[in-house]
Structures are given as structure tokens and as C-alpha cells.
């Protein structure tokens, strides 16, 4: 089974996450579980309609393109930026599945849970790529090694399958996020950069090209996502894609 039938709204007091499996259309919505460290902030924005997708910076890094027909476009494994734009996302990419919570990191828990432990099941789900939308807590907030978070994003590609299609929302953090936490950010993203491009069907989306144009998309936190955040996260992934 994907998941079970949620319980609580999307942003929920100390519980971990729930899922909602609708019975046809392949789409798995998992409920956010609150932050549980001073590191981890609260979410900000509220859902709003996204427009259409266009060419925007921070666009796919990666000529690769997913073939032959499958039940659902793409399986996006998040955290908290994830659990922000899920309806933005279900909005852009019709049937896409999304597994998300609040303070995931890779395959080290240190606020909540590990991405590693969801992709056994949703690798059984056919789905033409598979997202990863990861390494904001194992950078910005929990501030692993380099050593560790290049062998933590080889354990998620081994697992995913390097032979499959993977496109990695590269994370981005700014002020007021401290110095070291800004380098860290950056040191991961080079290092999931170097590591996604290596595979015969890999993609970078570049979550920090499209801040850069545009301070606006981060909230006052600097790591979570405004309203329009929220809108150009799913088009960013949807164009990645597509």
C-alpha cells in the first residue's frame, strides 16, 4: 500500500506524516508533519493557482528525456518545499505522486524521517521520473560533512536505480541563513550536481537559478517558499519533465 487515508489538515501539530491514496488515479498526498527543531521553520503562503510552465531559470540541466508510456508522470520524494507546493504540483503535473514531510532529510533522520526508507514503495509505482526534492535539511539545517552527504546521495540514486530517469531539485538557501549554512547549501548542491549528471537519464532543476532572478520566491526564513515560491517550485518541476 501507498499510504492511508489522512487524518489532518497539511501542516500538523508534532504527528508524522499521513498519506491519501485515491484508488484510480495513482496520486499519493502526504500530510505535513510540523517542525520539530528550532532549525526547522514554520511554513509560510497559502495555495494558489500556478500558471503555465515556461522556460525560467533554473531550468533542466541534462539533455535525457523519460521514453515509452507509463501510468503516471513523475513521483516526487520532498520535504517541507514540497509539502508547500503539493497542490501547485498536482495542479501542473496531472497525476503526479507526492510523498512529502517536514524536516526529511536523506538517509540520516534528523528532524523527522529519511527519503531513503519511502523509495522501496514508491519505486513500484511506474512513473516516467522520479523527483527527489531533498537536501535542504541535510545541508542547511543539520549541516552534515561533505563525505557524508556525497555518499548520502549515492545511496538514494543506488536505491532509486541509476538506470531510471531522476531529476534532482537542487536546494538554495539565503539570508538570513548563516554563512556556514549558505556554504553547506552550496557544497550540497554540487555535489548532488555531480552525481545526478553522471547517470544516463539525469536532470538538475535548479531551484536557486530561479530565486536568484527572483529574491521573492523565499520567505523571510530564507529556505521556505512564498505564494509565488509555491507556483514557480511546480513549474520548475513540471518543466523539467516535460
Known amino acids: 500500500m501507498l499510504g492511508q487515508v489522512a487524518t489532518a489538515p497539511r501542516s500538523v501539530s508534532l504527528m508524522r506524516s499521513a498519506r491519501l491514496l485515491p484508488r484510480l488515479c495513482g496520486l499519493v498526498l502526504v500530510a505535513a508533519a510540523s517542525s520539530v527543531a528550532a532549525g526547522c521553520s514554520n511554513l509560510g503562503g497559502s495555495?494558489?493557482?500556478?500558471?503555465?510552465?515556461?522556460?525560467?531559470?533554473?531550468?533542466?540541466?541534462?539533455?535525457?528525456?523519460?521514453?515509452?508510456?507509463?501510468?503516471?508522470?513523475?513521483?516526487?520524494?520532498?520535504?517541507?518545499?514540497?509539502?508547500?507546493?503539493?497542490?501547485?504540483y498536482q495542479a501542473k503535473i496531472p497525476q503526479v505522486v507526492v510523498d512529502a514531510v517536514i524536516g526529511r532529510t536523506i538517509v540520516k533522520p534528523n528532524l523527522t524521517d529519511e527519503g531513503l526508507s519511502r523509495v522501496p514503495e514508491l519505486k513500484t509505482v511506474d512513473a516516467a521520473w522520479f523527483v527527489v526534492e531533498l537536501g535542504t535539511n541535510d545541508s542547511t539545517f543539520a549541516g552534515y560533512p561533505a563525505d557524508q552527504m556525497t555518499a548520502d546521495v549515492g545511496a538514494l540514486l543506488d536505491a532509486i536505480g541509476r538506470d531510471r530517469c531522476i531529476a534532482w531539485v537542487l536546494p538554495y538557501a539565503k539570508d538570513p541563513r548563516t554563512a556556514i549554512q549558505i556554504a553547506d547549501t552550496e557544497t550540497f548542491r554540487q555535489i548532488a550536481t555531480t552525481a545526478v549528471q553522471s547517470l544516463t537519464c539525469g536532470r538538475v532543476l535548479d531551484w536557486g537559478d530561479m530565486v536568484k532572478a527572483d529574491p521573492h520566491l523565499i520567505g523571510s526564513d530564507g529556505v521556505h517558499l512564498t505564494d509565488l515560491g509555491m507556483q514557480r517550485l511546480a513549474e520548475l518541476v513540471a518543466f523539467g519533465i516535460g
Open 47 to 88: 495555495p494558489s493557482a500556478a500558471p503555465a510552465a515556461s522556460a525560467a531559470p533554473g531550468g533542466p540541466s541534462g539533455a535525457a528525456t523519460a521514453t515509452g508510456q507509463h501510468a503516471v508522470p513523475a513521483v516526487i520524494l520532498g520535504d517541507s518545499l514540497s509539502v508547500q507546493a503539493t497542490p501547485q
